[in-house]
């Protein structure tokens, strides 16, 4: 399958005797993410803050610092671009090679996705 259909996180967990086992994630790049509400969203010294709301109180267990690459990704989670269009455009827009740059995407995905930030 091509790069362009899926994106392949390798994630290498040790088990015993020093031996090593790949488990593969892939997540289709077709796929669409959408921001959920209740996040600000705030440039601190030059780098983006995002805190998420909970009622009327600021989560600040769970504020995200975001590197430049996850930032170019949050600007375009926005419900109608797909992970492959995204990709494309850290490829164009970063120095990264296209295996950091899927590591990096489906990365940040997954921990918005694991934080409940995107839907």
Do not use: C
């Amino acid at each position: 399958m091509s790069v362009q259909l899926l994106v392949v996180l390798r994630i290498i967990v040790q088990l015993t005797d020093h031996k090593f086992f790949v488990i593969v994630i892939m997540e289709n790049m077709d796929r669409v993410f959408q921001k959920v509400e209740g996040i600000i969203v705030r440039k601190v010294v030059g780098e983006t803050i995002l805190v998420p709301i909970s009622g009327n109180l600021a989560d600040m267990q769970r504020i995200f610092a975001l590197n430049p690459v996850a930032e170019f990704i949050w600007e375009r989670v926005d419900g109608m671009t797909p992970l492959s269009d995204i990709y494309k455009g850290i490829l164009n827009h970063f120095e990264i090679d296209q295996d950091q740059a899927e590591k990096d995407l489906v990365g940040f995905i997954d921990e918005l996705k694991t934080a409940k930030l995107v839907l």
